[in-house]
């Protein structure tokens, strides 16, 4: 028998049910309740939904939580995150993963995209606790030309120990730290290799006032008229755009990871929800990193998009419970063309269970409603990363 797992007496859509995997994916969501299986999941009490996809963080940045705070982004890059950086090792940056992946897990996520350095370390943590994720090698000016070298190198020939948990991605930091000529070595190699483009793109005012300075136009123009935007790009952040821009990002297909909690906590700027979701965008939602979130709950993120896109749009009808819901599980999978996102027949297993006696989630009037703008990670009860148990019952 293949691989098999009984998640037993679980409410899916209004009914308790048997749901039954195989093969790391979801076969019968209306199992006899003694079907035979490997094992068992017991989830009386608990719903079932699909997990988080988070589609932008910096996983190793847990170690700088808290480390500076209530500062513009400049300065707190400059004076206190890329000296911290200097000097953190290889064994910082596996301690630093292993405490990122470990909330992770506990706050529902069995995905992240991730730009950050020394890549190893951070496969063998995904490794380690069964998740997935896309790593991204990232590229800035100030390497020298043999680490650059070195880095297309591994993009090229790397395989996946995990057998399919983990990918690639080209990860060119962002256009104030990578000039022309390696953004478009960036967007051809990843073309190349078939991998997505991850870059943080109009993320403050003074990126877009640099850019017009320095290249007479605004960072997603930059962008296109270099080439670089296309379906395969996932663009971070996205705060200062205009309605042409947005034009521009839905026509090329662009994913859009809006970081809400980072923006706000930054002050970086106001994500245009309202404008990018009319102009056709295809949005998911993203946590940052560590230091300036400050932690990598997606749940959170849910509420706090839907927050802001309510009152800066002005009107409580932006951003109803189920996109802001959508943009973290389903969007986010399909961006990243994983399976999932969805507890349907034939889709990877991927989910949570949540425990409906927590306080947050009764009563039921609308589960969807509790899950986002009521609950916490703590109603999380058991996760589930294509059919193996990630944590059961609370315990990762
Ligand atoms: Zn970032």
Known sequence: MMDSLLIRNAWLDGRTTNILVEGGRF??????????????????????????YNTHTHAAMSLLRGYADDMPLQKWLEDFIWPFE?????????EGSRLAVREMIRTGSVFFSDMY??????????REYGLRAAIGVTFVDAHSKSQREEKLDILRHWSDPTGGMVSLTVAPHAIYTVGEDLLVRCAETARELGLKLHIHLSETRREVEDCLRDHGTTPVRYLDRLG????????????????????????????????????????????????????????TLGTDGDSSNNNLDMREEMKFAALLAKVSSGDPETMPAAEAFAMA??????AFGIDAGVIAPGKLADALLIDMRCE???????????????????????????????????EL
Not at 86 to 94: E, V, W
Not at 252 to 269: A, E, I, Q
Not at 365 to 385: E, G, K, P
């Open 360 to 394: 947050k989630m009764q009563p039921c009037h609308n589960f969807l409603s509790n899950w986002v703008y009521a609950a916490d990670s703590s109603c999380i009860d058991s996760v589930v990363c294509q059919g193996r148990i990630l944590m059961e019952h609370h």
């Open 117 to 126: 350095f020394d890549i190893d370390q951070t496969i063998d943590i995904v």
């Open 228 to 283: 670089v935007l296309g379906p395969d790009v996932i663009a971070a952040h996205v705060v200062h755009v205009d309605e042409e821009e947005a034009a521009i990002l839905a026509e090329r297909g662009v994913t859009l990871s809006h970081c809400p909690c980072s923006n706000m906590k930054l002050s970086s700027g106001i994500f245009p929800y309202k404008m990018l979701h009319q102009a056709g965008c295809r949005i």
């Open 329 to 334: 599980t389903r969007n986010g999978a399909e």
């Open 86 to 94: 200097n000097r953190m090792t290889s064994a910082d940056i596996c």
């Open 27 to 52: 076969k019968d969501l209306s199992a006899a309740p003694d079907a035979l299986a490997d094992r068992v999941l017991e989830a009386d009490g608990m719903a079932i939904v699909p997990p988080f």
